[in-house]
């Protein structure tokens, strides 16, 4: 009987050590899935912070906590993931967050909720779509028009004082070469393709080469024209303002085609800088021979404003030196602020801040050269006549 008692009480002083086990192993359960949950809200809260901080761009089922994945960047952002569940112990069952993604294609980024694939747009200055490019083909237009209204006016008045005056080839030749910049910017809208590439910037460079060297030749003509000792030297000449258009363009010209032979523009495609569209833009193939371009255009703007700023105390009578010192410091503070612009800019925004370098530009030797003359051709008939010439050089 004894032998009986002693085994049950052992049995009972082992119970309560029993019941404490279960109860530690219950606390250490839940202390487990509270651990579990607050780290699920943990990472949550850091996807929601990093989501503030820089959009996410993967695609996704249901709303789960990422984990990291190998590859690039790129790579990286555009994924989609789905929700599994997991078992933690027997008869216990949790939601996980646990990732199984997927990534986009490249021509494709997901929805907000990451549960779809969506095509991205495309940016470019389209006919279309975007107003801008409305804006800039009226604007081209309107200045053309311009030019050939002007062009018409210097044929009627072909033989008067204040054409002869001032070189009428080099006139006719700026007045040309303006209009085609103007139209030029065509080959900056609408949607780029190779050709276009290689068009715009070569066509852009030559073409405003030929109208600085204009700008150029006539102020060489006019300074020398004061400076000649004999009348009638042959550095007054005609035949010496052409050869330096011919000469300071062809160097321009040797410049494109050697862009165009070594490395030239090509159509691309950028489908990374902004989530949700792909930029087809025109790369410059060699960043080396497209500043080349800019900056010879710059060395002919800055020696044409030195010399007309040397010339501009010279007689005023059609002298052109003042308005093509103003119209240098015009050309050369647009170009100047026109690249740190251009270099924070991209796709369409642009395309868009050299079109209106060129438009401002453009006009600015348009208004500063030519208005004043109209303005004395159909305002001031007087004085445009052989004795207001002669008694302005007299005076």
């Not at 250490?28 to 990093?50: D, E, H, I, P, T």
């Not at 959009?55 to 690039?72: N, V």
Request: net charge positive; charged share 15%; aromatic share 12%.
């Amino acid at each position: 009987m004894a032998a009986q008692q002693e085994p049950e009480q052992e049995h009972a002083d082992s119970y309560p050590h029993s019941q404490h086990l279960e109860a530690l192993d219950r606390l250490c359960s839940k202390f487990y899935m509270m651990l579990c949950n607050r780290g699920v809200l943990y990472l949550q809260a850091a996807k929601m912070v990093s989501s503030w901080i820089r959009p996410d761009t993967r695609r996704c089922h249901y709303g789960a906590p990422l984990r990291a994945f190998g590859g690039d960047k790129q790579t990286k952002t555009q994924w989609r993931r789905t929700k599994v569940r997991s078992t933690l112990g027997a008869g216990h069952h949790s939601h996980t967050n646990s990732d199984n993604c997927q990534k986009c294609p490249d021509n494709e980024y997901p929805d907000e909720n990451k549960t779809n694939c969506i095509p991205k747009t495309y940016d470019f200055l389209s006919y279309e779509n975007d107003i801008m490019t409305l804006v800039f083909s009226l604007i081209s237009l309107f200045f053309s028009l311009i030019i050939v209204f002007i062009l018409g006016t210097f044929i009627i008045f072909w033989e008067t004082p204040i054409v002869r005056a001032n070189n009428r080839n080099l006139s006719f030749i700026l007045l040309v070469s303006l209009m085609l910049s103007f139209l030029c910017v065509f080959l900056f809208l609408g949607r780029p393709v190779d050709i276009t590439c290689k068009l715009r910037q070569t066509s852009f460079g030559i073409i405003f080469s030929a109208s600085v060297s204009s700008v150029l030749g006539k102020t060489i003509m006019v300074y020398m024209a004061f400076k000649a000792t004999k009348p009638g030297s042959m550095w007054v000449g005609v035949k010496v303002s052409n050869t330096i258009v011919l000469i300071c363009t062809s160097i321009q010209i040797l410049i494109n085609v050697l862009w165009l032979c070594i490395s030239p523009p090509f159509q691309e495609l950028d489908m990374h800088y902004y989530p949700g569209r792909i930029i087809i833009q025109c790369n410059e193939g060699s960043v080396i021979a497209f500043y080349s371009v800019l900056g010879y255009m710059g060395v002919l703007a800055a020696v044409s404003f030195i010399i007309a700023y040397l010339a501009r105390t010279l007689p005023d009578s059609f002298n052109e030196a003042k308005y093509i010192t103003f119209s240098m410091l015009l050309f050369c503070s647009v170009w100047i602020a026109m690249i740190p612009a251009y270099l924070s800019t991209k796709g369409k925004d642009m395309v868009s801040v050299e079109i209106f370098a060129i438009f401002t530009s453009s006009a600015g030797l348009l208004g500063c050269i030519f208005f004043p003359k109209i303005y004395i051709m159909l305002i001031k008939p007087e004085m445009n006549t052989k004795r207001h010439l002669l008694d302005k050089i007299k005076s």
